[in-house]
Structures are given as structure tokens and as C-alpha cells.
């Protein structure tokens, strides 16, 4: 164990001490993540007596990327049974979205275009809402969350901004009651490696795995919206069918390394951030009733849900559910109904 981590875990233990706010920790299962659970980890073990919740978090989106989403799922059956062993009262929450708020709801069954960076309204819907909807039944909350001075400008722009008197707490955009806590903001990337490398407990977190998958990603989306405007970008790790990025990195990394069971959701991903943009299945109205590009048109959603099932079937992974199917055509049926829409978006013919 390295002298930054024996710093961190006292720290750790010092805070958790301090009183019973309940403790939140965002977890992605990557390394930044990973690192700092281990840490909380081999810090409660050193705990005498635990007077407050510690939760464990992980929202899966319905679009993670399958091999993180399986990895994460195995190391959380595999914690449990390790906190049970050593009396570690490490809660674990898995976090979905509304389903009215799911990816390929609002993509299908509303006709949203997939995101860009003029209209990323998926971290809110898909991250974001879930987490708060956990945090927010508490008056107050501590959030443990991976981040890093260092790991880019603008990140150290954020941390700059939002800092506190005590160089691990960071102030929550928006809220006096929730505050972040970062044990690793001093960690660089080699710290976090080390980490996972040389950490003997918690054996559920494993390095080799972790490695293989995040050696070529620079970072993971957000568990938890540190700041006003973080977001998912660059090559960082998350939804499979990210179209914000102009070419997702992490994805063809993955493919490249020899995860060829991705090749088919890598390929709809690249076909539909183009297929978006075809003015043949957009709509000329917005639903609010302004002119303009508006939302994919009932025929278009239907060619990407017939897409979305071929690529279901080819690649023998689950990507998306009989609820979230059934809702798509219950959304269908409204726009079909609804004769303001109708008139306004001058719907392909055979939807009328």
C-alpha cells in the first residue's frame, strides 16, 4: 500500500467519524471508481463501530457498455458476499431510469434525434435522475465520487470553482445539503493504478479485468453530476450508443482488443448517429409547434427498431426489453392518434 493510500484512508475514516450524514458512493466500475471503493473498503475495516448508511451506487442506463454492465454486476454479487464475510455494512443499489426515460424510448417510441453536443439530453435522463431520486429522500447526503485533480484543464477548472475549505469536499451546484467528497482528488493515474494493483481487500475489484477494459479510455461518465455541465465526452466509458462523440474511441479500443462480440453494437451505433440526420425521417414541426427539424418520423423510428433487433439477434446480446418494446408502441399509438401532430409533421402515410 502506498503512502497516498494510507493518507486517503485515514482521511476516510476521519470524515466518516465526523456524523451521520449518509454516505453515497458513485460507482461506474472503472478504475477511478474502483480505486476509491477499494479505499472505503480497507478504511471500514478499521472502523470500530458503523453508525450511518454507506451506499453503494451504480445506475445502469439500459445502454451501458454489456462488458462493463456484466463486469460491475459480478463484482457487486462478489462484494456482498465479501462485506458479509468481514462485517463491512456496505449497502449496493443498482439504479435505472423511468422507463418513460430510457434511451430508446425517447429515441423510438418519442422520435428524439440521439445526442449531440447542442442537444445532450441523455446524462440527466440516463445518469443523473436516477442517483438523485436515491439521494434526495435524505435531508442531508455525502457524495463519494472518483474525481481527480489533474485528469483534464477542464476538470481542474471545475474543481477550481467549486472547492471548499477542506481540499477533499466540493460544493454541489445547486444544493447547500448535498456535498461531495473525493479521498483520491490528489491521486494522479498512476496513484489510481497502484491502487487497484497492490490493494489485497476488497478481492471483488479486479485489477487484471479492470485494465483490460479502461487501458485505452481516458475516463468514465459521471455517476453523479459533480457540477452544472458535466457530461460524457471524449474517450471516456459508457452508453454503447453514445453519438455525441464524433467516433467512440473506447468501443473500437474494446473490438481491437479482442471483445468482438461489440462489433455489431459498434456498427448500429455509427449507422444510427448518421441515420439521424437524414431529413427524410424528420419531422418539419417540433412538438412544440415551431417549424424546424423535428423529431424522427414514425417510419424512421420503426426502420431503427427493426435495426436495433437485427443487432440484437446477430450479436446474441440483450439490448433492449419487452417493457421498453411495449412502450414504444403505446407512444406510436398516441403520435398516431394525436391529429395536431399529425398535420403539423405530415406523417408518412402508412401511420395514418
Known amino acids: 500500500m502506498t503512502e497516498g493510500d494510507k493518507k486517503a484512508i485515514e482521511i476516510i475514516i476521519e470524515e466518516y467519524q465526523k456524523n451521520d450524514i449518509p454516505w453515497f458512493i458513485g460507482y461506474s466500475g472503472g478504475k477511478d471508481s474502483s480505486s476509491m471503493l477499494s479505499l472505503v473498503f480497507n478504511a471500514l475495516m478499521k472502523v470500530n463501530k458503523f453508525h450511518k448508511d454507506v451506499t453503494v451506487m451504480y445506475c445502469d442506463t ?10 460491475v454486476f459480478e463484482t457487486f454479487e462478489n462484494l456482498k458476499k465479501e462485506c458479509s464475510i468481514h462485517n463491512i455494512p ?11 426515460d430510457r434511451f430508446f424510448v425517447k429515441v423510438i417510441g418519442r422520435g428524439y434525434p440521439t445526442p449531440t453536443n447542442i442537444f445532450r439530453w441523455c446524462t440527466d435522463k440516463l445518469r443523473i435522475n436516477p442517483v438523485k431520486q436515491l439521494i434526495e429522500k435524505d435531508d442531508k447526503a455525502i457524495i463519494l465520487l472518483g474525481i481527480r485533480n489533474t485528469e483534464s484543464e477542464q476538470r481542474d477548472r471545475t474543481i477550481e470553482k467549486h472547492k471548499t475549505a477542506n481540499e477533499y469536499f466540493l460544493k454541489q451546484n445547486g444544493s447547500s445539503s448535498k456535498i461531495i467528497f473525493s479521498p483520491i482528488i490528489n491521486h494522479t493515474l498512476e496513484d489510481v493504478w497502484l491502487t487497484l494493483r497492490y490493494s489485497d481487500l476488497p478481492k471483488s475489484i479486479d485489477f487484471s479485468k479492470i485494465r483490460d477494459i479502461y487501458q485505452d479510455a481516458e475516463s468514465e461518465c459521471p455517476a453523479y453530476k459533480e457540477t452544472k455541465g458535466s457530461s460524457c465526452g471524449n474517450s471516456r466509458f459508457g452508453c454503447w450508443t453514445c453519438t455525441v ?7 473500437g479500443n474494446l473490438i481491437d482488443n479482442g471483445y468482438s462480440e461489440l462489433k455489431e453494437l459498434y456498427e448500429f451505433r455509427n449507422w444510427i448517429s448518421e441515420f439521424r440526420d437524414n431529413e427524410k425521417y424528420r419531422c418539419d414541426f417540433r412538438r412544440n409547434g415551431v417549424k424546424g427539424l423535428g423529431p424522427i418520423t414514425l417510419e424512421g423510428r420503426e426502420i431503427i427498431l427493426n435495426k436495433l433487433l437485427q443487432t440484437e439477434k446477430v450479436s446474441g446480446l440483450n439490448l433492449i426489453s419487452d417493457e421498453e418494446i411495449q412502450r414504444i408502441y403505446e407512444l406510436w399509438e398516441i403520435d398516431k392518434s394525436n391529429k395536431k401532430y399529425k398535420e403539423k409533421n405530415a406523417l408518412h402515410q402508412s401511420w395514418l
Open 62 to 71: 439500459g445502454v451501458e457498455n454489456p462488458i462493463v454492465t456484466d463486469y
Open 90 to 100: 456496505l449497502k449496493f443499489k443498482i439504479l435505472k431510469p423511468k422507463l418513460n
Open 245 to 251: 462523440v464524433r467516433k467512440d474511441k473506447s468501443m
